[in-house]
């Protein structure tokens, strides 16, 4: 019911910043929780942050936080990933995921909509 296309990736040295954008298709793109997950090769895709429908909540996993920000911009149908301070250890590829507004958040499995995918590579 939803389309996600992300964009932004890029290369950048240690403490450098990314945005990433996760631009939406859909009428109810505000009704979905929105989450960014990242995955380098030979590793388990892991959660990064979510935010709620609205807006009005956020998460994070613990290794990004402070460093990173999600928000969203429902007039825009667009998610944003803004990365700060970035280590050689964010070196993944980011994907954003769209699943209705409820429980499970940060579970991979519970998003049923996904982006292709957008390289970050963090050098050192």
């Known amino acids: 019911q939803v389309r996600l296309v992300e964009s932004g990736g890029g290369l950048v040295q240690a403490g450098g910043s990314l945005r990433l954008s996760c631009a939406a298709s859909?009428?109810?793109?505000?009704?979905?929780?929105i989450g960014w997950f990242r995955q380098a090769p030979g590793k388990e895709r892991e959660f990064v942050a979510a935010?709620?429908?609205?807006?009005?909540?956020?998460y994070y996993a613990d290794s990004v936080k402070g460093r990173f920000t999600i928000s969203r911009d429902n007039a825009k149908n667009t998610v944003y990933l803004q990365m700060n301070s970035l280590k050689p250890e964010d070196t993944a590829v980011y994907y954003c995921?769209?699943?209705?507004?409820?429980?499970?958040?940060?579970?991979?499995?519970?998003?049923?909509?996904w982006g292709q995918g957008t390289q970050v590579t963090v050098s050192s």
């Open positions: 995921a769209a699943k209705p507004d409820g429980r499970r958040w940060s579970v991979a499995g519970a998003y049923a909509y």
């Open positions: 859909g009428r109810t793109f505000s009704s979905y929780t």
């Open positions: 935010i709620s429908g609205s807006g009005g909540s956020t």
